[in-house]
């Protein structure tokens, strides 16, 4: 496939494209989960909302009664409303960011109300779109239950749950440093390096491998692997690596003797109300992939963050602990953050529980996906901003100067409204 990674929001719209059209659909329209063109841009602008044609996946069942009805009152003025990207000299509206963002769907919530909501590029208000390493945060929040719900303990150590990790680059780390993602581990996430180990976990969850491959045959496998960095200790420095998320799936799993799909279903979505049916790509061993893995409604995505925002309440129901919602917004050691230097211009951000934490002057904090997915929830603000995107750059650094100041722009328009 050429490289077409100049195409803008318009010209690579999936819709105009075609893929996968036709009966069969013509070569050059195929994408394929076994040959990589699936998340090739502009290919993924498809894909992201088709993971299911992909991959084999695990359901994470809605509720069938008791639905919530979202409340809407939609404001116009939101698309007019400017900032000033970083490192930029003049102001756009938000509505430009949109397509400067690749945006596929928007949601923004104030005080519990729909007040703005856009759909692109295939999506619909009933269509599930990935979610990436959002789906971080959702195993953070559920660990965050349980260490409520005191059926996990943050001071053991992993071993204590996994011994099959006592091998491991994680052996002596506790189970607060890999949410936390402070574990000195061995492990790369740089996209743009042909030999960081994300590769070789990636290809261990690859449900397509060659038959000459003789590598870990899953995710779990893989982890027993992974080596400690030479010289680091484990909780002096952030570092985020996905294959924290996927151990501390394996410790939730292990500790309550279930998957984390009906584990989801069961503490959270049923009881949230949710409209659809979510669900999880799978490794080759059926387990659920925890650190991006997690493909769902928009709305249902907005009605998780209120849930948030509201201390695990929804229509005056606690639907989760308050203590486990209040616990993910308290941030981490913002000194290990900033020694990592992996984000430079998120000045005073931490990372705790699987959550961004932005330490702004509104409390804002986040759940943050590759390609633009996004959960922003300010507290001051009274607002949630939830986004699917399909950027044709996957990193959150590259993206950031054109979504935070977006995002903290919207903030102060909806508490001006108030004033």
């Given at each position: 496939m050429k490289n077409t990674t100049l195409l803008n929001a318009y010209e690579s719209n999936p819709i105009n494209l075609k893929w996968m059209n036709g009966f069969p659909p013509e070569n050059d329209k195929i994408v394929s989960a076994a040959d990589g063109t699936f998340f090739d841009f502009p290919a993924l602008r498809y894909s992201v909302n088709h993971m299911r044609e992909f991959y084999p996946t695990r359901n994470v069942p809605a509720s069938k009664h008791s639905l919530y009805h979202h409340k809407v009152k939609l404001d116009d003025k939101i698309d007019e409303?400017?900032?000033?990207?970083?490192?930029?000299?003049?102001?756009?509206?938000?509505?430009?960011?949109?397509?400067?963002?690749?945006?596929?769907?928007?949601?923004?919530?104030?005080?519990?109300?729909?007040?703005?909501?856009?759909?692109?590029?295939?999506?619909t208000q009933q269509g599930l779109h990935s979610a990436m390493s959002v789906s971080k945060s959702f195993t953070g929040l559920l660990a965050s239950i349980l260490i409520a719900e005191r059926e996990i303990e943050p001071c053991k150590l992993v071993t204590d749950y996994l011994p099959e990790l006592k091998k491991s680059g994680f052996a002596e780390a506790t189970v607060q440093q890999v949410l936390d993602m402070t574990t000195a581990i061995q492990y790369s996430e740089d996209y743009t390096d042909?030999?960081?180990?994300?590769?070789?976990?990636?290809?261990?969850?690859?449900?397509?491998?060659?038959?000459?491959?003789?590598?870990?045959?899953?995710?779990?496998?893989?982890?027993?692997?992974?080596?400690k960095e030479h010289g680091n200790e484990h909780g002096k420095l952030f570092g985020y690596k996905t294959i924290n998320t996927e151990v501390m799936g394996w410790i939730i799993s292990r500790g309550?003797?279930?998957?984390?799909?009906?584990?989801?279903?069961?503490?959270?979505?049923?009881?949230?109300?949710?409209?659809?049916?979510?669900?999880?790509?799978?490794?080759?061993?059926?387990?659920?992939?925890?650190?991006?893995?997690?493909n769902l409604n928009l709305r249902d995505m907005a009605l998780f963050g209120m849930m948030i925002l509201n201390k695990g309440?929804?229509?005056?129901?606690?639907?989760?602990?308050?203590?486990?919602?209040?616990?993910?917004?308290?941030?981490?050691?913002?000194?290990a953050f900033e020694k990592s230097k992996e984000y430079p211009k998120l000045t005073n951000w931490s990372y705790h529980n699987m959550w961004w934490i932005t330490n702004n002057a509104n409390g804002a904090f986040m759940a943050r996906g590759v390609h633009g997915q996004a959960i922003y929830i300010d507290p001051t603000a009274q607002m949630v901003i939830v986004r699917f995107a399909s950027h044709p750059l996957s990193s959150n650094k590259l993206l950031d100067p054109l979504s935070i100041p977006a995002y903290q722009a919207i903030a102060s328009y909806l508490i001006s409204k108030e004033n």
């Open positions: 409303v400017k900032f000033i990207p970083w490192d930029s000299p003049s102001a756009i509206t938000w509505k430009e960011s949109l397509d400067k963002n690749y945006t596929d769907g928007i949601i923004i919530v104030h005080k519990d109300k729909i007040v703005y909501e856009k759909y692109f590029a295939g999506l042909p030999k960081a180990e994300i590769w070789e976990f990636s290809e261990a969850g690859n449900p397509f491998r060659p038959e000459k491959y003789k590598g870990p045959k899953n995710y779990y496998e893989y982890l027993q692997t992974v080596k309550t003797g279930k998957c984390i799909t009906e584990l989801l279903s069961q503490k959270i979505w049923i009881p949230l109300g949710t409209t659809y049916d979510a669900y999880y790509q799978v490794d080759p061993s059926g387990k659920a992939f925890a650190g991006g893995g997690l309440k929804i229509n005056d129901t606690q639907i989760i602990p308050e203590k486990a919602a209040i616990e993910i917004s308290k941030g981490g050691s913002k000194e």
